[in-house]
């Protein structure tokens, strides 16, 4: 080769080198071109509900005070409808079918529309979470905080009144059986989530994330900046730091059940996780984190919540089964599976965990 | 392939040059993925709904505060740009279980004591929210 096409050779190298710099700096965001956008005010607004911290970060055009009492009346509204469903308020909803058990109680479209979904969750998941499941929970000290390691005898006879199919709900009227207790608290703070984001689309709010206690989120609009929010998923070991992350378009909910946000460590130095298998009443103790998107914060938390009793390849089947659903689980030995789409989506921000 | 016939001396000096130069615009220019906090606040959340703000510390800082709450409070530790809840009088210790506070948007929250401790930054955090 002569020395006149090699200096060709050289410079189309650099030109092609400086297109690669060109299209790496435009790639940065913030530095290609933008359509132009509105300006929006950002406000974070937390909240005491239902014995946990829910947050809505909202974004619109307007002045942030206004967009504040928004947002506030949107959280006051959440606070009222929780209260009506949750075990938490002493004249709600649940309460008033566990007081009346033996009896057919008339409840609320709100009430009947989530003890469906929760007796849905139940037969797919093969009883392996079941709204019936408060005696055992009780006996393991997870409602007062006393825990405790129950013997065989305790947890076989508690599990005679637990049992998702023989509660009846027809025609806007439940009834369990007289020995039996319902609890929707797993559910409750997703649908109470999913209510505040169409409150706020109704109030044409530019975006929006209704965090329900620290593990679901539900994302409305885009995040400012005109970007899809960007959500950081928490090494189940190793608190404050972040192993993934994902992104969340409008419309879609993530929630997180792990073995790591309740439990309590037993004489034997083993980790007992408040979610409970339902068919056994011993605690999950095959997955240590599932993650779930879904297309509600319903769906997300109840999802995530029943299939941490599984076995991690039978709990990835269950969330491929189900339409819109994707998930992630971390299993007992730190492996990662992920259905497909999950995988694609999610980053790791680390090697391995 | 002979690269030393292929290209002269100032062939490869044009090629370093713009390489150097890649790497400067990558170093400059890059996101980073971790925003340093300039602040730590402290929420209090109000019975009747609400909330204040009840301490603000400029970071760095070297401190130890107990906050007072209802279930009896919680000790907070300030440790340079970082905190962390090391010791609560609540019953499910998730505040504690937090471990430290270290990139802006990083939150310990103690749901009996209605406590939010928070690092925050004029910087944009990576995430808008962290799932526990």
């Known amino acids: 080769m002569n020395r006149g096409s090699g200096i060709k050779s050289a410079y189309l190298l650099t030109l092609a080198t400086l297109v690669l710099v060109v299209a790496s700096v435009a790639s940065f965001p913030g530095c290609g071109p933008q359509a132009p956008e509105e300006q929006t005010n950002l406000v974070v607004e937390d909240a005491l509900i239902l014995g946990t911290i829910v947050t809505i970060r909202a974004h619109a055009p307007r002045e942030p005070d206004a967009l504040r009492a928004e947002v506030r009346q949107v ?7 929780g209260c009506r469903l949750s075990l938490y308020c002493e004249d709600s909803e649940t309460a008033r079918v566990n007081a009346s058990a033996g009896e057919s109680v008339e409840v609320s479209e ?7 979904y929760a007796l849905e969750v139940a037969e797919r998941s093969g009883g392996a979470f079941d709204p019936t499941v408060g005696p055992v929970v009780e006996l393991w000290g997870f409602y007062s905080g006393d825990h405790r390691v129950p013997d065989q005898a305790e947890i076989t006879e508690a599990l005679r009144a637990v049992d998702y199919r023989r509660v009846e709900l027809e025609n806007g009227r439940v009834r369990i059986e007289s020995d039996m207790l319902l609890d929707l608290e797993a559910l409750i703070k997703g649908y109470i989530a999913d209510y505040a984001l169409e409150r706020l689309r109704e109030r044409d709010v530019t975006g929006a994330l209704v965090i329900a206690g620290p593990s679901s989120i539900g994302a409305l609009g885009e995040a400012p900046g005109g970007r899809h929010w960007w959500i950081g ?13 994902v992104e969340l378009p409008d419309g879609e909910h993530i929630s997180t059940s792990g073995d790591y946000q309740r439990y309590f460590i037993d004489q034997e130095g083993i980790r007992r996780s408040h979610i409970l298998d339902a068919r056994t009443g011993w605690p999950a103790e095959e997955i240590m984190a599932a993650t779930v998107l879904s297309d509600s914060s ?9 299939v941490m009793p599984m076995q991690p390849d039978d709990a990835l089947r269950l969330i491929d089964g189900w339409q819109g659903v994707e998930g992630l689980i971390i299993d007992a030995q730190r492996d990662i599976h992920a259905t497909d789409r999950m995988d694609e989506r999610v980053e790791m921000t680390r090697d391995g965990l | 392939m002979d690269f030393r016939r292929l290209f002269g001396r100032w062939d490869l ?14 170093i400059l ?47 907070l530790r300030v440790d340079g740009r970082e905190a962390t809840v090391h010791h609560a009088e609540c019953p499910r210790q998730i505040c504690v279980e937090m471990g430290y506070l270290r ?30």
């Open chain 2, 13 to 26: 000096l044009i090629i370093a040059f713009v390489l150097v130069m890649s790497a400067g615009a990558w």
């Open chain 1, 233 to 245: 998923l928490e090494h189940p070991r190793d608190p404050g730091t972040t192993y993934a992350a």
């Open chain 1, 75 to 81: 959280i006051d509204d959440m606070d009222t409808l």
């Open chain 2, 29 to 75: 220019l890059a996101p980073d993925t971790e925003v340093e906090p300039t602040t730590l606040r402290v929420i209090r959340l109000l019975p009747g709904g609400g909330s204040e703000v009840v301490q603000e510390i400029s970071l760095p800082a070297q401190e130890d505060k107990w906050l007072e709450g209802p279930a009896g409070g919680m000790a």
């Open chain 2, 103 to 132: 990139t802006a948007g990083d939150r310990s929250i103690c749901v009996p004591n209605g406590l939010i401790v928070e690092l925050i930054s004029p910087e944009e955090s990576p995430y808008d929210h962290i799932l526990r």
């Open chain 1, 298 to 306: 319903l769906g997300a938390d109840g999802i995530s919540t029943a």
């Open chain 1, 110 to 116: 709100e009430f009947e529309t989530l003890l469906g």
